[in-house]
T-cell receptor
């Protein structure tokens, strides 16, 4: 079956512009996660959605970052007024996440470059 | 708060030799532990996980990891390395006993297998 997909694969933007990154999780997975992978920072958690529960936004670095998940499936991560330090690979993951803990499956990522 | 330490930025090993990639963790309560591998320009791929039960966990591609509670370690091992194992390896932890679902990752260890 299809894995987690993300679009675009690469995004180059100018400082101050807004960007939207999209994630399509594995069909039937109830949980969706966004992480950021940047040089010198490793992999850091951004936000987590589980079903209809309120999302865990504890990892968002500033109020310029937001995310939504429509219909319990597709998610969009929005970064407003991008800064150069936002340059990173943004990874999305999904999992079944019921009962015994199940591993997260990751997408290929979106490489964001802010000029 | 939880944390993961991967003390080696890079591990070099000759093909056919055993390999070990080290990981230690800190978490409140009992841990869920994971290893992921990342090939160039690819997302993270799940290798194996420790949930409960046997301390020796077997995973994909001949990898295994040993959970040691007293040493809070979860080292990744393989009896005979292949050149194709060369990649970036991440250890991750999540507390078993709280609602926080996001993974905390180590900084990664680059494995280089020489022919």
């Amino acid at each position: 079956g299809a894995g987690v997909s993300q679009s675009p694969s690469n995004k180059v933007t100018e400082k101050g512009k807004d960007v939207e990154l999209r994630c399509d999780p594995i069909s039937g997975h109830t949980a969706l996660y966004w992480y950021r992978q940047s040089l010198g920072q490793g992999l850091e958690f951004l936000i987590y959605f589980q079903g209809n529960s309120a999302p865990d936004k504890s990892g968002l670095p500033s109020d310029r970052f937001s995310a939504e998940r429509t219909g319990g499936s597709v998610s969009t991560l929005t970064i407003q007024r991008t800064q150069q330090e936002d340059s990173a690979v943004y990874l999305c993951a999904s999992s079944w996440d019921r009962g015994k803990y199940n591993e997260q499956f990751f997408g290929p990522g979106t490489r964001l470059t802010v000029l | 708060a939880q944390s993961v330490a991967q003390p080696e930025d890079q591990v070099n090993v000759a093909e056919g030799n055993p390999l070990t990639v080290k990981c230690t963790y800190s978490v409140s309560g009992n841990p869920y532990l994971f290893w992921y591998v990342q090939y160039p320009n690819r997302g993270l791929q799940f290798l194996l996980k420790y949930i409960t039960g046997d301390n020796l966990v077997k995973g994909s591609y001949g990898f295994e990891a040993e959970f040691n509670k007293s040493q809070t370690s979860f080292h990744l091992k393989k009896p005979s390395a292949l050149v194709s194992d060369s990649a970036l390896y991440f250890c991750a932890v999540r507390p078993m006993d709280t609602g926080r679902r996001a993974l905390t990752f180590g900084s990664g260890t680059r494995l280089q297998v020489q022919p």
